[in-house]
């Protein structure tokens, strides 16, 4: 599975800053990075009166905007989405997600601290895998300067990241992601690239993406 590090904090204290300078520095360092920003208000990238508009006011309850250079996914939901929800819609194409909020998820995490904000920190310790803050905190965990994006790096990389790791592979059952010990992992990835190389007029993988539904009755 993808790694995905949350970058939480009290409002103000710099968090997007921080998750800029971490992207800056894991694309120095040759990784994909996705992220992903938590707002509590309702988001409309489709404006009023353009055509994917009168798409979504006609019904649809899926819109994609294409361009040559990126494209933009518009869906109606029910509730507000997972980080292993949208980490499925991202894809299995990146080495690392970091998330900026998402407070309330299982997701490793990073908080930004400010001395003006207080001693108290909204994490508990084992949700924790550093702090960023600029004094000294009296917390058995390790604190970094919001500038020490390598420092704080080096620690993503020995904790999360495998430099060596060549292949990917992600199971989702019902929506929820499955973990993969080793043996599993390479099973999978063994025998899906071996059953597509097998495959006529198929041009060498680097890439598969299966999704199995199963027919009601």
């Given at each position: 599975?993808?790694?995905?590090?949350?970058?939480?904090?009290?409002?103000?204290?710099?968090?997007?800053?921080?998750?800029?300078?971490?992207?800056?520095?894991?694309?120095?360092?040759?990784?994909?990075?996705?992220?992903?920003?938590?707002?509590?208000?309702?988001?409309?990238?489709?404006?009023?009166?353009?055509?994917?508009?009168?798409?979504?006011?006609?019904?649809?309850?899926?819109?994609?905007?294409?361009?040559?250079?990126?494209?933009?996914?518009?869906?109606?939901?029910?509730?507000?989405?997972?980080?292993?929800?949208?980490?499925?819609?991202?894809?299995?194409?990146?080495?690392?997600?970091?998330?900026?909020?998402?407070?309330?998820?299982?997701?490793?995490?990073?908080?930004?601290?400010?001395?003006?904000?207080?001693?108290?920190?909204?994490?508990?310790?084992?949700?924790?895998?550093?702090?960023?803050?600029?004094?000294?905190?009296?917390?058995?965990?390790?604190?970094?300067?919001?500038?020490?994006?390598?420092?704080?790096?080096?620690?993503?990389?020995?904790?999360?990241?495998?430099?060596?790791?060549?292949?990917?592979?992600?199971l989702f059952v019902n929506g929820?992601?499955?973990?993969?010990?080793?043996?599993?992992?390479?099973?999978?990835?063994?025998?899906?690239?071996?059953?597509?190389?097998?495959?006529?007029?198929?041009?060498?993988?680097?890439?598969?993406?299966?999704?199995?539904?199963?027919?009601?009755?």
């Amino acid at each position: 599975m993808i790694p995905i590090i949350c970058i939480v904090g009290k409002s103000g204290v710099g968090k997007t800053y921080v998750i800029s300078k971490l992207v800056a520095e894991l694309k120095s360092r040759g990784y994909r990075v996705a992220t992903v920003k938590h707002s509590a208000h309702d988001i409309d990238l489709d404006l009023e009166g353009k055509d994917s508009w009168q798409h979504a006011r006609a019904g649809s309850d899926a819109v994609v905007i294409s361009s040559p250079h990126k494209f933009a996914f518009i869906r109606k939901v029910d509730h507000d989405s997972t980080l292993a929800e949208l980490s499925r819609l991202i894809g299995p194409d990146f080495n690392i997600i970091l998330a900026e909020g998402f407070k309330q998820d299982k997701a490793t995490k990073i908080e930004v601290h400010r001395k003006e904000s207080g001693k108290d920190l909204i994490c508990e310790r084992d949700e924790l895998l550093a702090v960023v803050t600029d004094e000294e905190l009296e917390h058995d965990v390790p604190q970094y300067a919001a500038d020490d994006a390598p420092g704080l790096v080096d620690l993503i990389e020995k904790r999360h990241l495998r430099k060596d790791e060549r292949q990917t592979v992600s199971l989702f059952v019902n929506g929820q992601p499955v973990p993969l010990n080793d043996f599993v992992h390479g099973l999978f990835s063994n025998i899906l690239f071996g059953m597509v190389s097998s495959l006529k007029r198929i041009p060498q993988a680097t890439g598969i993406d299966i999704s199995v539904r199963k027919k009601n009755g």
